[in-house]
């Protein structure tokens, strides 16, 4: 009796001393916060605690009535941008002070300092994180989701000047087996890898994100152009007419010998169109299939910076076409892309 007594004893103090005030996310780095951090799959626990929020800005607190995951959404989609001060550690216009190169990169665009501390910065600005990070972003990555919900058969020319025409856009192929379109997996699988590059720290522009659009093959190229962004990709399946036995992952892209892009674009291309395919396989296990250069594809033709077309898979195939139509899978996609872009940016 005297030692279930002990026992009893000994675990209400072990209660006592483990109930205690709960350290936050933000006074302890990876401490588990007493509130939620996480907003969209994002982790914003080195830039904001909720007690500091609500004690700076009680009006937020009022107006959602304490709900402590309403005010972290007001923190990430409104106070970032404001510039409102989400924790002790992390003032936004101090940083800005402190780090002019920083601000260089970044300017009046809030949300990206609050992003570069949060995954780089927290270390300090001078360590080698914060310079990885700065590698990622600085970079724009623009993805194209191949096709639409319908084609537009007019034509356009191959490249700038070229008297060569080709159909603007087609509506891509089909999965015999899984019955999806190809214009519907590759904006799935497009959506999942803009968040993946964004959690990352790069900035993304997508040329669709419906399948109600009209846009040539040109002008998807364009639109990468005027974001200036770093690089081009170009997300397609593929299908064979007869048979179903290939399968594999592809990447296509210019030649050095390209009328329309420079010689330095296209070698950059071909190594980001290698890199893509590569970790994309090492994601999902799949076969790499050698990589294709083609002169004839019009969007890798109009775009001022490398670019490659990464064909994800066959849906000409039994098994590679339920996978591709399998969120899961499609997870795997996206990661696998995500870490080829990083490779071909920082080598790692």
Same mark, same amino acid.
């Given at each position: ?27 302890? =780095?990876?401490?588990? !916060? ?14 904001? +605690? ?15 009535? @304490? ?14 941008? !404001? ?13 800005? *002070? ?22 780089? =910065?927290? *270390?300090? $600005?001078?360590?080698?994180?914060a310079f990885y990070g700065w590698k990622i972003m600085s970079k724009t990555v623009c993805i194209d989701p191949g096709h639409q919900g319908r084609g537009n058969y007019g034509t356009e020319p191959v490249g700038p000047g070229s008297g060569t025409r080709k159909t603007k856009v087609s509506?891509?192929?089909? =999965? ?15 959506l999942k890898l803009q968040k993946e590059l964004e959690h990352m720290g790069y900035k993304v522009v997508m040329t669709r994100t419906s399948h109600n659009v009209n846009i040539s093959n040109a002008e998807r190229a364009k639109i990468a152009n005027k974001a200036n962004a770093s690089i ?18 592809? !990447? ?11 010689? $330095?674009?296209?070698? *950059? @291309? ?10 994309? $396989? ?18 890798? +033709? ?25 969120? *899961? ?9 995500? +870490? ?9």
């Amino acid at each position: 009796m005297k030692r279930i007594i002990r026992t009893g004893v000994l675990l209400l103090l072990l209660f006592i001393a483990f109930s205690g005030p709960h350290r936050t996310a933000a006074d302890a =780095g990876t401490a588990t !916060a007493s509130f939620p951090t996480v907003w969209d799959g994002m982790n914003w626990n080195r830039v904001y +605690n909720y007690d500091f929020y609500v004690k700076r800005y009680p009006s937020v607190k009022k107006y959602y009535n @304490g709900d402590k995951t309403k005010v972290l959404r007001h923190f990430v989609l409104f106070g970032m941008k !404001a510039g409102w001060q989400g924790c002790k550690a992390f003032d936004v216009t101090e940083y800005r *002070k402190q780090h002019p190169a920083i601000s260089r990169l970044f300017g009046d665009d809030l949300p990206r300092y609050y992003l570069f501390y949060q995954l780089y =910065g927290y *270390k300090g $600005a001078q360590t080698d994180l914060a310079f990885y990070g700065w590698k990622i972003m600085s970079k724009t990555v623009c993805i194209d989701p191949g096709h639409q919900g319908r084609g537009n058969y007019g034509t356009e020319p191959v490249g700038p000047g070229s008297g060569t025409r080709k159909t603007k856009v087609s509506s891509g192929t089909y =999965g015999r087996y899984s019955r999806k379109n190809e214009y519907q997996v590759v904006l799935e699988i497009a959506l999942k890898l803009q968040k993946e590059l964004e959690h990352m720290g790069y900035k993304v522009v997508m040329t669709r994100t419906s399948h109600n659009v009209n846009i040539s093959n040109a002008e998807r190229a364009k639109i990468a152009n005027k974001a200036n962004a770093s690089i081009f990709i170009r997300l397609h399946c593929d299908g064979q007419d007869y048979g179903s036995s290939l399968h594999g992952v592809r !990447a296509m892209t210019v030649s050095r010998r390209n009328r329309y892009v420079s010689a $330095a674009a296209a070698q *950059k @291309g071909q190594t980001l169109g290698a890199a893509l395919a590569k970790y994309q $396989a090492k994601a999902t296990g799949q076969n790499v299939l050698q990589l294709l250069t083609t002169d004839e594809m019009t969007g890798l +033709n109009w775009a001022k910076m490398p670019s490659a077309i990464i064909e994800m898979g066959y849906m000409s195939n039994p098994a590679e076409d339920r996978n591709l139509a399998s969120p *899961k899978y499609q997870d795997k996609i996206a990661k696998g892309l995500a +870490n080829g872009v990083t490779y071909y940016f920082t080598g790692k």
